[in-house]
Structure formats: C-alpha cells, structure tokens
C-alpha cells in the first residue's frame, strides 16, 4: 500500500495472505530472537517478548505495511556491555530512551534522510544482508548428522517446487511443517527449537524499568540509547526502502520512525529489548504474500500464541526447517544482478556497493557499512560535480581588461581549481570576473574569492565581480573578507 492508501485498507485488503504469511514469520522469529537474546547476554524471553511487542505495535503505528520489526542482531551486540556492567533493568530504560528518541526523530521528519542515500549503497546494504543471513546459517551446517543436510536439500526443494503446484498456501509453511512431521514420524536425531533454549511459560506483563530517576543513571543510558536509535533506524530505514523496491509501492519514512518508537517502548515496559525492522523476515513476508499491516500483527501475535500455548510443537520443529527457510531468504535477497553490473555501471557506483558489503561482513555492524557507502558516494559526487566546473577568459580590444567567465559550482571541491585559474602575473589594469553562470556555495568558495581579489590588488590589478546571484551574494556579504564594492552587482544581486 502506499502512503496514499486509507488507514483501515493497509489492514484488510489482504486478509488470507497476510494471515498465513505472519504464521509463517512467527516460526522464523522463534530462533532468531533466542539467538539474538544470547547475543546480548539475556534470558530467551527478553528477546522473544520484544519480538512480540515490537512487531504489534509497529504494525499499528508504523509507516511501513507488510514490513516486520521485531528483536534484531544489529541492537543486540550495542547492549552487551550495558547488560554486563549495569544489569538488566538499564538495558529496558535504554531501550525506553531509545523509543522516545525515535519518535522525536520522526517528528522531526528525520526519515528523509534516505533520500540521500544512492542505490549503490542499498544494494551494498542488502547483499551484506543476504551474506550475514547465509553466515548466521553455518553453525546448524557444521559438525551435524548427515540427516540435517538431507532435510535442509528437501525443505529447499519444497519452498522452491511446492509454488508450482499452488501457491495459497505459503511453501516455506509448508516445509516447516512436512519436514517436522518427517523428523517425528522417522525419529530423527536433529537439533530442534528446543535445544536453543528455554520458552518462556508465562505471559509478559507490564513494569517500568527500576533504576533511579537521577541524572546518573541518564548518563549511563543516553550513549547507548542514541546508539539503539541510530542503528535501529538506519536499520529500519533501509529494510522499509527494500520493501517498498519489492512490492513497487511507498511507505511513510518519517511515519516508520515513529513506528520503531512506540514499539520499542512498548518492548521496554513488557521486559523486552530494543529491536528495529528485520529484512530476512521482511523478505520472508514479503515472498509469501504478506503486505498489509495484518501480516505485522499476526507475526507478532502468533510468536507469542507459539511460545505459551504451541510450545511442546514449537520445541520439536527441526532447525534444518527453519535454515532451509533462511537459506531461501539469503538467495532471494541477494541482488545476483548487481555482479553483473559491475562490468557495465561506472566503477565508483561499484566501489561504493562493494565497500559497503566488505564494512558491513567485516564488522557486522550494518551502520558502519552504511555509512562507509554513504561517505563514499559524497565524495565520489563531489568530485564528478567539481569537474564540470571551468573557467575561460577574454582579453579586451586595448589590452587593459581581462575578463574572466566562470561556469558551474564553486565548492571546497572545485575551490583549488578555481583559483588555479586566475593569471596573477598578468600585465592588465582591470580584472572582471563573472559569475553569472556559477554558485557560491560554502565559505570555501567564499574564501577562494577573496584570496583570489587580494593577489590581484597586491599586484597593483583592480577587480570587479559581477552577475552574483542572490545566494551567491548572501554568502559574500556574510564571510567575504575583501571590500563589498569591489563586487559591483552585489547590490544589484539583492
């Protein structure tokens, strides 16, 4: 659904799908959420209530349909060394900070901030996804009954054969639940949901964080709350970008801040930790037909109707069911297109996209790698705008004036080039420099200017600018050191 779309039809317009798409990513959160509380060094319902919360709230109040958000790998290693030092309930006031951090980023319309993000970065950012979900795979691949392996090439054949048969029923349900009926009928000897950890028995209930409402204890969680929040949104950002590449469709940026919050509050008032949008069970919904915020809810709702009532089932499913389901994620995530372009896109495009893949598997920090690609490609755009800068002179009839025409962006960029430009040595009486066809646009530039009208007049040549624009002049008549009338239309330019 769009932005567009009525509030009550992002819910209903897909009701069946989105049904059976959340049951689906309810069993894919189960293990995901395990691991990601061992992460943070925290009991498996820490994880599991968040999972819950996160996922209900923010299919109400985020701006993103059919996305899911829930407990996340990417918050979970920033909370590690507040659990250790501090305990558990700083980690859930953290996690309240963090929620009301994001809300006033949304308010503050911060989501826009993706549209200075280029495509070689989201496509770096989603094929270091596709490679950490594969690599998060390998320990239920290494050192395991040769069993595993042959129930993980079924559970593939079924996911990717089942569709061509019929499609309303999700394939990945449907290899979940042959393949643990086939582990329970043979007996099998596989490692199982159970194995991970223990289920919580009991509902959630609601409490407040007990910590001191001192300025201590703020002093304790605000770094790692602006942490939580930062990566949680860049995280969400980026995932609700992808689903809306996926279902050709938009969503509210600004809205899904807000969104992240209110779950992330809701996560830290039930004991849960802080979490953000999850792209392998995004993709996961996304590719099982999930698109409406019904799908987020039953996600989450269904995780938790699993755990307390579905949990001698859960506890027998075999993880070679849910790995052949991630497995799946991996492959369709990865933008398989994106090597062959290497060859054909132009090679800054490639090297932002790979730059972002290595920073982000190297450190596992998905906002290092982002940000990595994000510095990349201003650079990279700096430097193709600086080159479409250039200046050409004209010498007058008598040989006295010298005029200079100067096209395109005078930045920190193109300041050197500008300056490098100008004749110091030049025997006339009378520089003209027009800026008609250019734009100043930092101090920079402005101190290019100056420098440039003090070699003049140290050499005895006077100097006139003129065809400032109104912006151009601004910025003069603010930072320029030299004297305002030797820029004769600054005036003029106002």
């Not at 304790?220 to 930062?230: G, K, N, R």
Request: proline share 3%; hydrophobic share 55%; with cysteine.
């Amino acid at each position: 659904m769009n932005t567009h779309t009525p509030y009550y039809r992002s819910w209903f317009f897909n009701i069946r799908a989105d049904i059976l798409s959340g049951i689906v990513v309810a069993l894919a959160l189960i293990p995901e959420a395990i691991g990601f509380s061992a992460i943070a060094g925290v009991d498996p319902k820490v994880g599991l209530f968040a999972s819950f919360a996160i996922a209900c709230t923010a299919a109400f109040t985020g701006g993103r349909p059919g996305m899911i958000s829930a407990a996340t790998a990417a918050t979970a290693v920033v909370m590690v060394s507040l659990v250790k030092e501090h305990g558990l309930d700083y980690l859930f006031a953290a996690t309240l900070l963090m929620g009301i951090l994001q809300i006033i980023a949304g308010f503050l319309k911060l989501g826009r901030v993706m549209r200075f993000v280029s495509r070689s970065v989201i496509t770096g950012f989603v094929n270091a996804l596709a490679i950490l979900i594969f690599m998060a795979q390998l320990p239920e691949l290494i050192g395991v009954p040769t069993a595993t392996y042959y129930m993980i090439a079924g559970g593939l054949a079924i996911i990717y054969l089942f569709p061509r048969i019929t499609k309303v029923i999700p394939s990945p349900l449907v290899a979940i639940a042959v393949l643990t009926g086939v582990s329970l009928y043979f007996g099998m000897n596989v490692r199982t949901v159970g194995d991970l950890g223990e289920l919580p028995s009991s509902l959630p209930f609601f409490s407040l964080p007990h910590v001191p409402l001192t300025f201590e204890t703020l002093k304790i969680i605000f770094p790692y709350s602006v942490t939580l929040a930062a990566v949680g949104l860049l995280e969400s950002l980026m995932t609700a970008q992808i689903v809306d590449d996926m279902t050709d469709t938009t969503s509210s940026k600004s809205q899904e801040c807000i969104g992240q919050g209110a779950g992330n509050i809701a996560a830290s008032l039930i004991g849960g930790m802080g979490g953000c949008a999850m792209i392998g069970q995004s993709v996961i919904n996304v590719t099982s037909g999930g698109r409406g915020r019904l799908s987020t809810f039953v996600a989450g709702a269904f995780l938790l109707f699993l755990i307390l009532v579905l949990d001698d089932i859960v506890r027998v499913i075999p993880m070679a069911a849910l790995v052949a389901v991630m497995i799946m994620v991996s492959i369709g995530t990865f933008s398989w297109s994106s090597i062959l372009d290497l060859r054909s896109n132009p090679w800054q495009s490639s090297v932002v996209m790979l730059a972002t893949v290595v920073t982000v598997v190297g450190t596992h920090d998905l906002a290092k790698g982002v940000l990595a690609g994000v510095l990349l490609s201003g650079i990279f755009f700096a430097g193709k705008v600086a080159k479409l800068f250039h200046v050409r002179s004209t010498l007058s009839e008598d040989g006295t004036v010298r005029s200079y025409h100067v096209d395109g962006q005078i930045f920190f960029a193109s300041a050197e080039t500008f300056i490098a430009a100008f004749d110091f040595a030049d025997d006339v009486k009378r520089v003209v420099i027009d800026v008609t066809e250019a734009h100043l646009w930092d101090i920079t530039s402005v101190g290019a200017l100056d420098k440039i009208v003090f070699k003049f007049r140290a050499n005895g040549i006077e100097v006139e600018v003129v065809g400032l624009n109104e912006a151009s002049a601004h910025m003069l008549d603010r930072f320029a050191a030299h004297p305002k009338q030797e820029t004769s239309d600054l005036a003029a330019a106002h």
